[in-house]
């Protein structure tokens, strides 16, 4: 054999030697998959796929869904990252759906997608989110949530999606909430929840954030309030700050609408100012109060920035308990009675606030002394309240019956065609209904109308009854006696004389000249005295009439 060969040979062997001394290292394999659209970078090695892009980058797409899984090679491999820069300006529009595999969403992934609209989800399996991932998305228009695995929240993440019109649910793992995160995100609505999770939250992070409402919670775990971090913030009513260690930047709460600031610390959180930059609230709420464990509040009227507050006072401790010494109460109609309500602990500094449960204010009233005034007949709650806590009374309202009823007359000796008023008087003089119902005995003698007013129809006996109509069954009667004489006086058919009718007059024939001459009304009031023999200017109606000793019934 040559020595050429040998060589060869020897080189050989020793190259099989040294590599069997290491094991084989095999090279993953990044394949490249285009499905629905997207492009996929498969890495066959670690058996997952990574969301590139589109594999049209000029296509629109709408209604994105990035699914759990791909199916390569009839395996189903997990889609667990959609990579920087993915669908940076895409024309994408409607919803996003990200898969529940996806655990990083690279930067700037849908930078400026101002398309996609809807609600947005980040699932609880994302541990990632780069700067600027949906930096300008402004068209969303519902809530936003984030899952409880992501730890940070970048700078600029969702910065400028104005369109977001829910609210912002923040998960239970985030620590760090970066600069602008949230910045300029003016349309969500609903209270602002900080998890206790949160560590520092830095510049500007939510910066015009608008309309973001009611009570602002800074729990013990935060640190740092960056500069500016909820400038803008003009609908946040209230804020409280748990810790003493949290150090708050100059602006972090300019133009709000705060209304009360609470500090839990005993000595009071630092604020840092910069030259010019010397405050860390508006103007305006230096005027509003400011609570503080009573035992520091000496601290905070000389430290940095809380000095400026010109009413300090302690803390407001809630009420913990609530009782009433009333739980039913019965009153009649006009009456009032108080409720007496405590609280405890003894010095909390919450009110008893009295109430009067809906649609139901005319019955009752309450003042915020307790005392309750029964105005009609029915039933209501009243409601004491302080804080979270309440209790109620439920009240009856009865009415005030009728003791007794009375009429103006008890008999009457009636004329046919006469007319008399009865009129009922009911006691006591408080009694909650006097109305009394009228009825005849006899309605072909006498009837009685809802007033009492009595017609006399036909000679007759009759009883004419009023009933009160409260349920005390009470009543009063009038008897009734009809004749067919005028108060038992006759016509004189033995006389000469004889009495001639006109309109408004009566004229008497062959009377002496020396006889006087009465009328009198049905109930015997004297109306007219003359000795003439004619009588003017009479109304129409039953009238008794006497010349001398003679007696007439005549009517007009």
């Given amino acids: 054999m040559r020595k050429s060969n040998l060589k060869v040979l020897a080189l050989t062997l020793c190259s099989l030697f040294i590599l069997s001394l290491f094991p084989m290292v095999s090279v993953a394999a990044i394949v490249t998959v285009d499905k629905d659209m997207i492009r996929y970078r498969v890495d066959t090695q670690k058996m997952q796929a990574e969301v590139y892009g589109l594999s049209n980058s000029s296509a629109s797409v709408h209604n994105l ?5 791909l199916e390569y090679n009839g395996k189903q491999i997990p889609v667990t990252s959609i990579c920087n820069n993915a669908f940076y300006g895409k024309p994408l529009t409607g919803s996003l759906t990200i898969g529940n595999q996806i655990k990083t969403i690279g930067y700037s992934a849908f930078y400026q997608c101002t398309g996609l609209t809807g609600s947005l989800t980040i699932g609880d399996s994302v541990t990632s989110i780069g700067e600027y991932a949906f930096f300008e998305c402004s068209g969303f228009s519902g809530s936003l949530t984030i899952g409880n695995s992501l730890k940070k929240i970048e700078k600029y993440t969702f910065c400028d999606c104005h369109g977001f019109t829910g609210p912002l649910v923040i998960g239970k793992s985030v620590q760090s909430i970066g600069e602008f995160a949230f910045n300029n995100l003016w349309n969500l609505s609903g209270s602002l929840i900080i998890p206790n999770s949160v560590v520092t939250i830095d510049r500007y992070a939510f910066n015009c954030c608008n309309d973001l409402t009611g009570e602002l919670v800074i729990p013990a775990s935060v640190t740092s309030i960056g500069e500016g971090c909820f400038d803008l913030c003009d609908r946040i009513s209230s804020l409280t700050i748990s810790s003493s260690n949290t150090q708050i930047n100059y602006f972090a709460f300019t133009r709000t609408g705060i209304q009360s600031v609470t500090c839990l610390g005993t000595t009071p959180p630092p604020c840092i ?7 860390i609230f508006s103007n305006e709420v230096y005027s509003k109060p400011l609570y503080v464990p009573k035992e ?3 601290l905070y009227r000389t430290a940095t920035e809380w000095k400026k ?3 300090i006072s302690r803390l407001p401790i809630k009420a913990t308990g609530i009782e009433i010494d009333k739980h039913d109460l019965s009153l009649f109609v006009g009456n009032e009675a108080t409720l007496n309500a405590t609280l405890t602990p003894e010095d909390t500094t919450d009110k008893i606030e009295w109430s009067v449960n809906d649609g139901c204010q005319n019955v ?3 003042d915020q002394n307790g005392r309750v005034k029964a105005l009609e007949v029915g039933s209501a709650v009243i409601t004491a309240s302080a804080g979270s806590i309440s209790t109620t009374c439920n009240v009856t309202v009865m009415p005030i019956v009728a003791t007794s009823i009375s009429l103006n007359r008890q008999t009457i000796d009636a004329e046919i065609g006469a007319e008399y008023q009865l009129v009922a008087s009911v006691l006591p003089a408080d009694a909650t209904n006097k109305d009394v119902e009228w009825s005849t005995s006899d309605d072909k003698v006498a009837t009685v109308n809802n007033t009492g007013l009595v017609n006399i129809l036909d000679k007759g006996h009759c009883i004419i009854t009023a009933t009160a109509t409260d349920g005390s069954n009470l009543s ?3 008897k009734i006696d009809v004749s067919s004489a005028i108060n038992g006086i006759n016509n004189d058919s033995k006389s000469n004389e004889s009495i ?6 009566i004229r008497i024939l062959n009377k002496d000249s020396e006889k006087t001459v009465k009328v009198y009304s049905m109930q015997g009031v004297l109306i007219k005295e003359t000795i003439q023999d004619v009588i003017k200017d009479l109304q129409s109606g039953l009238y008794i009439v006497t010349v001398g000793t003679n007696r007439y019934k005549i009517k007009l």
């Fill in 296 to 298: 520091s509040i000496n």
């Fill in 65 to 69: 869904v990035i699914p759990d899984f």
């Fill in 500 to 505: 001639v009718i006109g309109k408004r007059i």
């Fill in 309 to 311: 507050f010109e009413n």
């Fill in 476 to 478: 009063a009667t009038c």
């Fill in 273 to 279: 100012y910069q030259e010019n930059k010397d405050w």
């Fill in 364 to 366: 009752v009233s309450v």
